[in-house]
Structure formats: C-alpha cells, structure tokens
C-alpha cells in the first residue's frame, strides 16, 4: 500500500472516523449502517473495503477499526488486502482525494 494520505507538503493531520466514514459514502453511496450490517451486496462490501483502505492509509489499525465496524480481525484483514486492488482502490484513491482537500482548508 503506498502512502496516498501523505502529501506532498508533507504529512496531513489524521482524520477522524467519521470524517473517513462520511467521504466514504460520498463515493459509494453507503451508510455506515449499511456497512455494519449483514449486507453482502456487492456494493456494501466495497464499502467496506474502501473504510478499511483508506482507514489503513491514515495510519488507523485494525484493532482501531474493529469496534466500528462490528467485523472480526481476520475479516478486517482480508478487506484490506481486497482494498489494493481494482474498483476498491480507485474509491480509496478518490476518498483520499476528497479527504485531503478537506484536511489542507
């Protein structure tokens, strides 16, 4: 995972997770009721991927997002495995986008 969330003015203050879960339903459409649901659409996973991608690109834990997201260790791992990889890491890359425009005003 390269380090999107550092720019090139150096290190941007962390965002909180509700700031992360907030741009991540700008881009997806999903809410965080949604992506801590039972939900297996194809859309709520990648929610899901993308808050667990962009999260881990802030520097959050896994352990740090358990507790939000309701998901075992092991499930959090694969989400961000999963995160590095086509239609997820655009979404990261444009949440991040998002993010850091916020994070720069």
Do not use: C, F, W
């Not at 965002?15 to 339903?25: M, N, R, T, W």
């Not at 990261?92 to 850091?100: A, M, Q, S, T, W």
């Amino acid at each position: 995972m390269g380090r999107l969330a550092i720019s090139s003015r150096g290190p941007l203050r962390k965002p909180s997770l509700q700031e992360i879960v907030k741009a991540v339903k700008e881009v997806t459409g999903i809410s965080m009721e949604e992506i801590v649901s039972r939900g297996k659409s194809k859309e709520v996973v990648l929610a899901r991927e993308v808050l667990v991608g962009v999260s881990r690109e802030y520097g959050y834990k896994l352990v740090d997002l358990q507790p939000a997201i309701k998901r075992d260790l092991s499930v959090l791992s694969r989400l961000s495995r999963e995160s590095d990889h086509g239609h997820a890491r655009k979404a990261v890359e444009e949440v991040i986008r998002i993010l850091n425009a916020r994070l720069q005003t």
